[in-house]
């Protein structure tokens, strides 16, 4: 998902980065139905945002080469701070402040192990599950209108 | 000593109160939703925020319909909001490799590994008008393939492995990646730079321009080596977390020009290439980009400079149209004391011409006598 080869990350960091990725590609309807079957409501303080700012953003030159800004994007983040000093950030494309707000309480619940557990279970898989089979739909969808070419053959020999 | 002339404000108020009136239109007919422009009228959408340098479907559909579907002004509207935005940083270069691919073809190549694929596209169909388009009479779901999961490889690594195309294109990186909208553009550029600009830049004129180098301004033997449409992950290095994130994939369409060079003084006859990155499914502008970049390298592949598609400083200052529509149309504002001065001078000018031809013609019929 995250493409992490500069910092060589613990299963930590890589989870961490993972679940981020999967709340930020969210769907923000689904990610608050999930939310409120979950049933928890912790009590936290804002420590940054929600804010929304831009990111440029980078290509490369002939895809491969060097580094180029070729625009920018809307991108909201927030910080958190539960009552028991857990602190949650959330960084997403688009504006929508309150999906950007849950997904830093979500970042910041996840620190404690069982919490962990449980926010991956019921959270993160079914949300990473609903964005890959919108990827495989979207991918069959594509696979069939690829060219399949034939040659035909006219006249003797 | 200047008087300031007054007046107009209730005019103003009026016209913009008629201007919603208008975009409004029959209330009988239901007003349009931010998410039927975004998925009905989708490329509309795309320029928006491809020209507009915004990426943001929601804003770009807001700004088409508050701009009655004026698309240089929607641009413009876009550009102005991104203005009032912190900047939170840049992303890690976006890898177009890793593409989820909606769309990819070669002219080259037939038979290329991950295949032609051709995705939600007009080409073949017939360009007739569909009267049945007029009703919402229903659609089809698209059909579906499963099972397929080749690597969509890219051409130029295809070319590369003979040795006959060039590299990916390195600038140096000394004073770090440009970046226009930080610092005022100086020519000449550096490519990197010139691609920043190009993107943003007005699909008609850059299309203009491409076809200008088709038809003999400029010729460099195009070939569309590969296209390709899809969504890319943007990464960004978050500093409170010190590791990078993925915060969602955005849509762009990438363009790969082949172009044959006869080879120079430094470089042997090769393949040469020029590129093409912009939001969204933008296939037209992005193929119009990558031919201004590959003419704009005339210079630094030492090729005869004869036509303006290879005028850097004459394609870079007259691409963007949010500018270009702000000097043009800012001729229409009051410009009566200008005016004034001119017509001034004009008189004086015809005053003298006058006299000037009533000596003339004395002089000549003296001359006669």
């Known amino acids: 998902m995250v493409n992490d080869s500069k910092n060589a990350p613990d299963t930590g960091q890589q989870g961490r980065a993972r679940r981020m990725a999967v709340l930020a590609q969210a769907d923000p309807r689904q990610l608050a139905c999930l939310w409120r079957d979950l049933g928890i409501d912790p009590a936290f303080s804002l420590v940054r945002g929600p804010e929304t700012g831009l990111v440029t953003l980078r290509g490369r030159i002939g895809g491969g080469g060097s580094p180029f800004n070729f625009g920018e994007a809307t991108v909201t983040r927030a910080t958190v701070r539960l009552g028991n000093g857990a602190v949650g950030h959330a960084w997403m494309l688009g504006r929508d402040h309150a999906k950007a707000k849950l997904a830093a309480v979500i970042d910041a619940l996840a620190a404690d192990p069982a919490m962990e557990r449980s926010i991956e279970a019921s959270l993160i898989a079914p949300l990473a599950r609903s964005a890959a089979d919108a990827d495989d739909a979207k991918r069959a969808e594509t696979a069939a209108t690829r060219v399949d070419f034939f040659t035909m053959v006219w006249g003797e020999d | ?369």
């Open chain 2, 1 to 369: 000593m200047y008087v300031a002339v007054k007046g107009g404000e209730a005019a103003i108020e009026n016209a913009h109160r008629l201007l919603d009136d208008r975009r409004r239109g029959d209330r009988s007919v239901p007003a349009l939703t931010l998410d039927q422009i975004a998925g009905q009228l989708a490329l509309a959408v795309d320029r928006v925020m491809a020209e507009g340098s915004l990426y943001d479907r929601e804003l770009g559909a807001l700004a088409v319909k508050q701009a009655r579907g004026d698309l240089i002004e929607a641009i413009f509207l876009l550009r102005a909001y991104r203005t009032t935005l912190p900047r939170f940083g840049y992303s890690r270069p976006v890898d177009t490799a890793a593409m989820l691919v909606e769309r990819r073809i070669s002219a080259c190549y037939k038979d290329l590994p991950g295949g032609q694929v051709l995705g939600p596209t007009f080409d073949y169909t017939h360009r007739l008008l569909d009267p049945a388009l007029a009703e919402d009479a229903g659609t089809d779901q698209p059909v579906r393939r499963e099972g397929e999961t080749e690597p969509v490889m890219r051409v130029s690594e295809i070319l590369a492995g003979e040795g006959l195309i060039e590299g990916d294109g390195a600038v140096a990186q000394e004073k770090g990646v440009g970046d226009i909208t930080r610092t005022p553009m100086e020519f000449p550029m550096d490519r990197d730079t010139r691609l920043q600009a190009l993107s943003r830049g007005d699909e008609g004129f850059l299309l203009a321009l491409g076809y200008s180098t088709q038809r003999g301004y400029a010729r460099s033997h195009p070939f569309a080596g590969e296209i390709r449409i899809g969504e890319v992950e943007v990464s960004v290095d978050i500093p409170e977390l010190g590791f990078a994130v993925s915060l969602g994939r955005v849509q762009v369409t990438e363009c790969q020009m082949v172009n044959q060079f006869k080879g120079s003084a430094k470089a042997p006859p090769q393949f040469t290439r020029g590129y093409g990155l912009v939001f969204g499914q933008s296939e037209r502008k992005a193929m119009a980009m990558a031919l201004v970049d590959r003419a704009l390298r005339a210079s630094e592949l030492g090729e005869d400079m004869t036509a303006p598609a290879q005028d850097e400083e004459f394609v870079i200052s007259h691409s963007d149209n949010v500018q270009a529509t702000g000097f043009v149309e800012h001729l229409k504002l009051p410009h009566y004391v200008d005016f004034q001065a001119e017509l001034d001078l004009v008189r004086r000018m015809r005053a003298e011409h006058d006299a000037a031809r009533v000596t003339g013609a004395g002089d000549e019929l003296e001359a006669a006598e």
